[in-house]
């Protein structure tokens, strides 16, 4: 597992708020003295801005954070991220109080697709299996067979079987990238986006790659220019796969396409290299919700708890812990639920008869090859 450890003495002017520099180091002293206090663990996502990425124990990917949410002995996991992160860091360690600074953090591209919508696409095609983005809600991953996050996509999809219709939900730029890198034509794509990463346009980075012929250009497959720049780029990469490529790369410029607060982290890490946003606008507001303001408060006042509906939360850990199996085998038995998490190619659970994947009544089949 790749993640950055973050001690308490990061840079104090990281903001990009533009506080004073003082009181940032003053306030990040007082979270990590709270946190040490109330056994919290401050995990941040690499959008976060850096007065936050300094005062969190951990930074990382969706992956890494879900991955460290599951396995922490932390009392309380103050999640600094989105919400669709905060729930699953929930559903895969039930035990914690899991806080969010702001629960208005939300998620325009998980709000792209609803669970009924995918309801009606099973109905249609009864043996397809939809995998969906970790960028979902609770209730969506509810109604999937698999989950996936930008570093593993490629391997989740492909341990479908390959006569099985996928439906890849919600990105279409993802599932586009996907779709090129397994070469696999049965996989219908949603049409969601997340729009930080589709004001990253082709213009302004062909631009940035004239004027920088020896920088190397790094994208995320969420961007919107993916499907006309997807040749073009030096590496399509996850947030943590392109914070690990700048530290091991010899080259010293680097044009970054996907959201800007990750910049921060590598101008920390790689003080004498340079990186250039390939969008100035590649921002996310649902990200920048969180403050390190908001928290040192919601330290103080155990705000704000995400909670899953237990029920809800069994049938959505099912394709998690999938992925969780996928990415990182010695995982699924850590967690609620465990005992059903397979991936669906494992060989228990390839039979010739249909194969459950949800829980109650309604269960949608999925057929497994024999
Ligand atoms: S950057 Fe895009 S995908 Fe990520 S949380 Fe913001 S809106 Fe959602």
Redesign the pocket.
Known sequence: MSMQTNGTNGHAMNGRNGHEPAHYARLKDAVRRLAKERHAVILA?N?QEGAIQDAADFTGDSLNLARYAQTTEADIILFC??H?MAETATMLNPTKLVLMPDLA??????DMVAPEQIRRWRREHPEGVVVCYI?TSAAVKAESDLCCTSTNAVAVVESVPADHEILFVP?YYLGTYVKAKTKRENIRLWKGY????TVILPGRVDALREAHPDAEFLMHP?CGCLTKQMDLADQILSTEGMVRYVKESPAQTFIIAT?QGILYRMRKDNPGKTFLPASDYAS????QRNTLDKVFRSLVTLQYPVRVDPALAERALRPIERMLAISYPESVSKSAGSSTARPLTEPSMRRSSPVSTRAGGNSTKVRAPS
């Not at 953090?105 to 998980?110: E, F, H, I, N, P």
């Open positions: 996502h959008y991220g989105v669709f953090a939300g998620c325009a591209l998980a960028n990105d997340c729009p930080a990463h969420e959201e996310c507001h649902y990200m």
